[in-house]
C-alpha cells in the first residue's frame, strides 16, 4: 500500500462491556459519522491539518465523548479541559490545558501554534489569550452534562479516581499502587467498592490524518479525570506523551493518562519506526505491548504512505478509520 | 560502573566577554551543588534524593533561572516549573505556573509520590502546595532586580529571549551576558544503575502569562528511564518539538547508540543555538553536549573525574570520561 490518504479516529480506550446497545450505537454513530465528514475533506484534496482539527472539534461538540461538552468533571465540579495539535512536517504544535471557557480547545490548540511564540499555554492566560483571538467562548455550565454531574456525585461517594473507561480505584494515592490495581484487574472491567460500573463512559477524542501529499497530523482532546484534582494535566496535551505526527507518521493516544506520559507513548511509536526501523503496525504493537507496563491505554495512527494502525490493551476502544482506497470502519471490540 | 552526577544551569548565546562579577557566583554555586551532589552519592543516597537536593540548591541561588531570579512573564509576575524522574520505575511528578513555592523541584516530588496524577498546575499546584504545607513565600521574593531589568530589555525589543540571547543593543549595560540566565537541572546514577533526572525553570524572560515550556514536559526537557537520565535546557518549543531527553533514551535503546552518540545526535538535529543537555548512563557515563555558544555546566565521576565550565572544551564541550 503506497500513498493515498487515510484516516483514523479515537473516542477512548477502555469500554464497559455491559455498554448497552444504544449507547454503543450512539457511539458508533458519531465516530461514523466524524469519519465520513474527514474522508470528505480528504477526498477534497483538504490538508492534514485542517480535517485533524475539523473532526476533533466535531467530536469535542457532540457530548457523547469526553472532550469539549461531556468532559469529565474536576473535583468542584468544573470542566478543565486540555488539548494539543501537532503538524508532522516541520512538527510544528500547539497545545492548551486548564480551559473553562473555550468552546473547542483543539481550536485553540492550533492558534497557540500558528499565532503565539509558544507551543503550550494553559489556565488564566490560555483564557485570555483566546479572547484575544476571538475564539468562540461559552459559560463552564455549556461543557457540564447531567450525566457527568451524577458520576462525580458517585465517584466522590467512593472517593476514587475514575479514569476514562471507568476502572475506579481504590485506596490507592499514587501512580504506583493505581497502577498495580489495574494490574490485579488483569485487563477486565471491574466493580471495585461498590461502584457500578457507569451506563456510558465518554472518553479522550483523537483524530490522526496522513492527506494525499503524505503529509501527517495528529490532534487529542479531553476533559480528562472524572474527579481529578483542580490543576491536574493529563497526557492529552503533552506532545509526545497523548500526542505525536512527525515526517513518517502521526498518532493519538487514550486511556490511562498517568501511564501514556510515563512511556511517552506517542513519541515512542515514532520513535520504533525511524530508530528501530519498525513498520507502522509492528511499532504499534511494541509500543503497547512493551511500553505500558501495568498501564492500560489505547492509540490510533497513520503513517505516510497510507497505512492505518491501531492498538490498545484495554477491553475496547472506540474507534473509526478510512482509507483512500475504501475500507470504513468503526468498532469498539 | 561507578555512580556520575550532571548539573547544568542553562545553555545559550553567554559571550565570551562575559565579566567575572558575573561569571564568579555562577561558577561558585555549580561548585558548590557538584561538591552536594557528589557528597549524597558518596554517602549512598538514592539518585532521585540527589537530583532533588542538587536543584533546590540552584532554586535558591538567584544568579541562575529557578527559583528565586526566575525570569519574568511578560506582565512581571514569576511562573515556575519543574519536573523529576526516577529511571527504573519511570515514575515522575511536574509543576508549572507556581508563584509563592520555595522550592518547585520538591512539590513536583510530592506530585508523584503524594498523589494519582503527575503534572498539576496553576492554582491547583498552589492549593496542593499549601495542603502539602510546603515553603511559600510572597511572589516578590522570587523577583530580582536583574530580572526586571532583563524583563525591560525584552519589551523593549519586543522580543521573548530564550534563556541566553544576545542582547539587541550592542552597547546596553546588559549586554554582558547578564541578559542570560537559564534552566536549571541535574542529573544522576548511584553505582547501582539507578538513574535520576530533574529540571527546574522560571522559563522564557517575557513569556506570555500561562506559557508552559518544555521542562515540565516528560520526554522533552526531563526523562529517565533504565538506559539513562537526561535534563535540556535552551528553547522550550525547539526541546518539545524534538522529545529531545525521550530521544537520547530512545536511540540508546533503539538504535543501540552510547551516551554520548545518542546525545550528541539529537543535539545536532535541533536548530543551532536553540539546545544543551546533561546526561548520564546506567554505566556511570556523563555527557554534556550543547549547539550555544555556551552552557553553564558541571559533572563529576566516581573514578573521579570533574569539569566545571561554561563554553566549550576543546571544540565540542563535551565530558570526557571514557577512562573506565
Avoid at chain 1, 479514569?163 to 498495580?180: E, I, K, N, Q
Avoid at chain 2, 506530585?111 to 511559600?136: C, N, S, W
Amino acid at each position: 500500500m503506497v500513498g493515498g490518504w487515510a484516516i483514523a479516529v479515537h473516542g477512548g480506550a477502555g469500554v464497559d462491556p455491559a455498554l448497552p446497545v444504544e449507547r454503543q450505537e450512539e457511539a458508533r454513530r458519531v465516530l461514523a459519522r466524524c469519519l465520513s465528514a474527514g474522508a470528505e475533506a480528504l477526498r477534497a484534496g483538504a490538508l492534514a491539518l485542517d480535517v485533524v482539527e475539523m473532526v476533533v472539534r466535531e467530536l469535542e461538540t457532540d457530548p457523547v465523548f469526553n472532550s469539549g461538552r461531556g468532559s469529565a468533571l474536576t473535583r468542584k465540579g468544573t470542566v478543565e479541559m486540555e488539548a494539543s495539535i501537532m503538524d508532522g512536517r516541520g512538527r510544528r504544535c500547539g497545545a492548551v490545558s486548564g480551559i473553562s471557557t473555550v468552546k473547542n480547545p483543539v481550536s485553540l490548540a492550533r492558534l497557540v501554534m500558528e499565532r503565539s511564540p509558544h507551543s503550550y499555554l494553559a489556565f488564566d492566560g490560555a483564557e485570555d489569550f483566546a479572547r484575544k483571538q476571538g475564539a468562540e467562548i461559552v459559560d463552564n455550565s455549556y461543557f457540564i452534562t447531567e450525566e457527568n454531574l451524577g458520576m462525580l456525585k458517585l465517584a466522590k461517594a467512593a472517593n476514587s479516581i475514575m479514569f476514562d473507561y471507568r476502572v475506579p480505584l481504590t485506596g490507592a494515592d499514587t501512580c504506583r499502587a493505581s497502577a498495580g490495581l489495574v494490574a490485579d484487574v488483569g485487563g477486565e472491567l471491574q466493580m471495585m467498592n461498590g461502584l457500578p460500573i457507569s451506563i456510558y463512559a465518554p472518553e479522550t477524542v483523537g483524530c490522526v490524518v496522513v492527506d494525499s501529499a503524505g503529509r501527517c497530523a495528529a490532534a487529542t482532546s479531553t476533559g480528562g479525570l472524572m474527579n481529578k484534582m483542580n490543576g491536574r494535566i493529563g497526557d492529552s496535551p503533552l506532545i509526545g506523551s497523548g500526542t505525536y505526527a512527525c515526517e513518517a507518521c502521526a498518532v493519538s493516544c487514550t486511556g490511562e493518562g498517568e501511564a501514556i506520559i510515563r512511556s511517552t507513548l506517542a513519541r515512542d511509536v515514532a520513535a520504533l519506526m525511524e530508530y528501530k526501523g519498525l513498520g507502522l503496525q509492528e511499532a504499534v504493537d511494541y509500543a503497547v505491548k512493551e511500553r505500558l507496563d501495568e498501564g492500560k491505554a489505547g492509540l490510533i495512527a497513520v503513517g505516510r504512505n497510507g497505512e492505518v494502525a491501531m492498538g490498545f490493551n484495554t477491553v475496547g476502544m472506540f474507534r473509526g478509520c478510512a482509507t483512500e482506497e475504501g475500507l470504513m470502519e468503526v468498532a469498539i471490540w | 560502573m561507578g555512580w556520575a552526577i550532571a548539573i547544568h544551569g542553562g545553555a545559550g548565546d553567554i559571550p565570551i566577554s562575559l565579566p567575572v562579577e558575573h561569571r564568579a557566583p555562577r561558577e561558585a554555586t555549580l561548585r558548590h551543588c557538584l561538591d552536594l551532589g557528589v557528597a549524597a552519592l558518596r554517602a549512598n543516597r538514592p539518585p532521585l534524593d540527589v537530583v532533588e537536593l542538587v536543584v533546590r540548591e540552584l532554586e535558591n541561588s538567584p544568579c541562575y533561572n529557578a527559583g528565586k531570579g526566575s525570569v519574568l512573564t511578560t506582565a512581571g509576575t514569576v511562573e515556575m516549573e519543574a519536573c523529576i524522574m526516577d529511571g527504573n520505575t519511570k515514575n515522575c511528578g511536574a509543576v508549572s505556573g507556581l508563584s509563592t513555592v520555595v522550592n518547585a523541584i520538591s512539590l513536583a516530588r510530592l506530585v508523584m509520590e503524594k498523589t494519582p496524577h503527575i503534572y498539576l498546575a496553576f492554582d491547583g499546584a498552589e492549593a496542593f502546595a499549601r495542603e502539602q504545607g510546603v515553603e511559600t513565600m510572597d511572589p516578590s521574593h522570587f523577583i530580582t532586580p536583574e530580572n526586571i531589568e532583563r524583563l525591560k530589555n525584552a519589551k523593549e525589543a519586543n522580543r521573548v529571549q530564550i534563556d541566553y540571547t544576545q542582547p539587541i543593543k550592542a552597547n546596553s549595560t546588559s549586554d554582558q551576558g547578564d541578559s542570560q540566565i537559564g534552566t536549571v537541572g541535574c542529573v544522576a546514577v548511584d553505582n547501582h544503575g539507578n538513574l535520576a533526572s530533574a529540571t527546574s525553570t522560571g522559563g522564557l524572560v517575557n513569556k506570555m502569562v500561562g506559557r508552559i515550556g518544555d521542562t515540565p514536559m516528560i520526554g522533552s526537557g526531563t526523562y529517565a528511564n533504565p538506559f539513562c537520565a537526561v535534563s535540556a535546557t535552551g528553547k522550550g518549543e525547539s526541546i518539545i518539538r524534538a522529545t529531545v531527553a525521550r530521544d537520547v533514551a530512545a536511540l540508546m535503546e533503539y538504535k543501540g547508540l552510547s551516551l554520548k552518540e545518542a546525545a550528541a545526535y539529537v543535539v545536532e538535529k535541533v536548530p543551532k543555538g536553540n539546545v544543551g543537555l546533561v546526561a548520564v548512563s546506567a554505566n556511570g557515563e556523563v555527557t554534556m553536549p550543547f549547539n550555544t555558544t555556551g552552557m553553564f555546566r558541571a559533572c563529576a565521576t566516581e573514578e573521579g573525574y570533574s569539569e566545571i565550565a561554561i563554553w566549550p572544551l576543546e571544540g565540542n564541550g563535551i565530558c570526557d570520561d571514557s577512562q573506565k
